[in-house]
């Protein structure tokens, strides 16, 4: 952003809002090792809902109060801890770590840009989200927090959303 395309307060909120309800999906920095029981061995027949958070997933996200709007994002969690996810709203990618933290329960973490309407670099994006394993391991659901940093050190709070999410399972042909 050149000096003449300035951002008020309100701009950065509101870009930040609808960026960052767009980079939730489902998306934990506090928890950095993924638990080896959340990524157990396949049973080659084409069912992964062994596997426990490890997968593709379908989120679909609704923020509360006024800032963002109903959408999904495509999650990735590997075996490991990471995570990467894409947005319907406006196909930016975010990157992560997830964590195991209880008996079906998970911290996830979402880093990701955000950009002007112009395409200039706005700030950084953080998502913090607590998700909860559904029975069968084919769907979650949870909360998540959303905020804002200029200088990518800083963040303040912009908003929440809750999502419920389902498995991407592999479909024959």
Known sequence: MNISERLDRRDLLRSAGQVGAGLIGAGALAAMTASPVAASSSDNNGDDTQHGIVGAWIDDVTPNGT??????????????????????????????????????????????????????LAGTLKV?????????????TGQALVAFSQDGTTFFPTGTTTFTSRRIKVEPI
């Open 67 to 120: 800032v963002g709007v109903p959408h999904q994002v495509i999650t990735l969690y590997t075996p490991g801890g990471g995570v990467s996810g894409e947005g319907n709203l406006d196909g930016r990618s975010v990157y992560g770590v997830w964590a195991q933290t209880g008996d079906r329960e998970f911290a996830i973490t979402f880093l990701g840009y955000a950009f002007t309407p112009q395409g200039a």
């Open 128 to 140: 913090r989200i607590k998700a909860t394993l559904g029975p069968g391991n084919d769907h979650m």
